[in-house]
């Protein structure tokens, strides 16, 4: 993503006045970006199994909630705000406060509102992706507790090394057109970290733990792929130079081949062509082609989603062969999938879109792939840590992973006190009758008459 | 009288259930049913973790006869049920002390 001053110079852009075009675009992308989150709460909730599956979208969730009120705080200021040594943002814009209607992120010609708000989207998602590898069994509380030092210790600053002017890995030259390494490596990387600490779920290679709702996985896997349109063209911030076009077809080129590429080896491999193989051959493409969609031709995104494919498909299986339990393959899909995505761009840059760099295949020379290298390694290094560490001190403070009781029986149950479905036959609900009777508006009380008549009332309202 | 009960393929239901109109059964009793015989379950691969299912679906037919017919009612829902292959079900009988229809208090032979 080409936000920081000093390199906006790839593109001349007039800089001076707020474009209406641009600016549409923008309020709409991050708009699209935003309805990943949801997206991937499908995806992750339909691959759970069924006692734990709200509480698989509210770690998604609580994440629009947190890290929105994070990045008004502080979040922008230490992603975007002037740059301190190349490794963090000053805070210029505490609770964004003293910004200018059309005052314009520098360098662009969209409002810094505009901005701040299409970033905030990343934001929210990246930690949200983390989730899928801690399933079934951390406090929410925790997890809640967990994001927030996350983002503020982790997804801000390497946001700002490879986003923002000044960043040591921008200023290094590493591509990253909208999030290989800052989004995906990291989340990856996390994800790793955080479950070395967690563990494995009870019954982990011995219990089957199937997905509960592979329609469910399909649907959230269909909203990452719209929202990703948003998520990787609008990392241009404009429109008028052609490069987010060429990114959106790029996306949906990788995609495309990614999901080909997954049946293919799951069709050799075990015999059939699953839709979760669909789905999570998409999901790979999407997340490999993300640092790569300004940097190589449709045939190199053809080559860049194939190789992501097969890749992870093969990669999901390492877990029971290690006997880590990164149960809905966080590390098999983003690390994977954002490693091969931001290394490929070392062979497959075609120059031409974004900038000029081109590649070792192209003739560049392997100039490019290490700097990929260097911004893949040190993004991932960095974020393993920190992440280990983080989780390590919330299960210190409150204990992160939730009892075996509650761990067996359900964290939808234990920490939201609901379940998802009513899988009750003939009218019936399983037992289940108001534990005080509902509670009803002053006044109406008395025409409501005995407990079951109450009773039949709450059903109707819910 | 017997009870006849015949555990079957889901997709052979309306042949038997034809099979056994045409042999003068006025009632019967179907539900969902999952298990397994000989040929156990099925495999099922989720990103590449083969998990075994044991429980097939089946449907469960029961029907209440008169002794004499029962022999002859067992071979109706065998024939009827039959594809041939690994996996067909099984049908038993078994003896059945009272029936009363429960709209008119008809008991035995009467209430079938």
């Known amino acids: 993503m080409p936000v920081g001053l000093s390199a906006a110079s790839t593109v001349s852009l007039a800089a001076d006045k707020l474009d209406t075009g641009n600016t549409t675009f923008m309020i709409i992308s991050a708009a699209l970006v935003m309805v990943m989150t949801p997206g991937l709460a499908f995806f992750y909730g339909g691959m759970v199994r069924v006692k734990s599956v709200l509480n698989m979208l509210m770690m998604s969730f609580i994440s629009l ?27 210029d814009y505490l609770g964004l406060s003293g910004i200018g209607l059309t005052e314009l992120w520098p360098g662009y010609t969209i409002p810094i509102y505009v901005f701040a708000v299409f970033q905030l989207m990343f934001a929210v998602i990246t930690p949200a992706l983390i989730s899928g590898a801690l399933a079934d069994r951390v406090k929410f509380t925790a997890w809640t507790l967990f994001i927030t030092l996350w983002v503020t210790v982790v997804y801000f600053p390497v946001a700002h090394w ?153 990669a999901v299986g390492l877990k029971y062969r290690f006997g880590y339990d990164d149960s809905l393959d966080v590390i098999g899909v983003h690390l994977v999938g ?79 006190a609901e379940t998802a479905y009513d899988f009750s036959a003939v009218g019936g609900s399983l037992g289940r009758t108001p534990a005080t009777g509902p509670v009803l508006p002053i006044g109406e009380e008395n025409g409501s008459g005995t407990t079951e008549n109450q009773a039949e009332q709450k059903k109707v309202d819910a | 009288m017997k009870l006849i009960t015949a555990v079957v393929k889901p997709y052979r239901l309306d042949d038997v259930k034809d099979a056994l109109q045409s042999f003068g059964v006025n009632g019967l009793t179907v539900t969902e049913a999952s298990g397994y015989g000989r ?39 065998v024939k009827a049920a039959r594809t041939g292959k690994i996996g067909d079900g099984k049908v038993w009988s078994v003896p059945v002390e009272t029936a009363v229809r429960v709209r008119t208090g008809e008991r035995g032979p009467d209430a079938l």
Request: net charge negative.
């Open chain 1, 338 to 416: 954002g490693l091969t995505g931001s290394l490929l761009i070392g062979l497959f840059a075609s120059g031409g879109v974004q900038s000029d760099v081109k590649g070792l295949f192209y003739g560049g020379g392997f100039d490019q792939l290490g700097k990929q290298a260097i911004g893949a390694f040190s993004v991932l290094g960095y974020s393993f840590v920190a992440s280990y560490l983080l989780a390590k001190i919330v299960d210190l403070v409150i204990g992160f992973r939730a009892t075996a009781d509650e761990e067996t029986a359900g964290v939808d149950q234990a920490f939201h």
């Open chain 1, 65 to 91: 909630g947190v890290v929105t009120i994070l990045w008004v705080l502080y979040g922008f200021s230490l992603t975007f705000g002037t740059d301190a040594g190349g490794f963090i943002g000053k805070g």
């Open chain 1, 162 to 314: 490879v986003w923002g002017a000044g960043g040591w890995l921008f200023e290094l030259g590493v591509i990253d057109f909208a999030g290989g390494t800052a989004v995906h490596i990291n989340a990856g990387a996390a994800a790793l970290g955080a479950i070395l600490v967690l563990g494995k779920r009870i019954g982990f290679k011995k219990d089957p733990m199937r997905p509960h709702n592979l329609p469910l996985v399909m649907l959230g896997a269909g909203l990452l792929w719209f929202g990703w349109f948003g998520f990787n063209a609008g990392s241009w911030l404009g429109v008028k130079d052609g490069v987010a076009g060429v990114a959106f077809f790029n996306t949906q080129i990788a995609t495309a081949a990614a999901m080909l590429g997954w049946l293919a080896f799951e069709r050799i491999r075990h015999g059939s062509f699953t839709t979760l193989g669909a789905a999570s051959g998409a999901v790979a493409g999407l997340v490999a082609i993300t640092p790569a969609c300004g940097a190589v031709s449709p045939m190199g995104a053809i080559a860049v989603g194939v190789i992501a494919g097969v890749l992870c498909a093969w």
């Open chain 2, 39 to 77: 040929q156990r379950g099925h495999t099922e691969v989720y990103r590449g973790a083969e998990y075994t299912i044991d429980l097939v679906p089946k449907v469960r037919i029961e029907v209440l006869v008169e002794d004499d017919d029962a022999e002859q009612l067992i071979d109706v829902i």
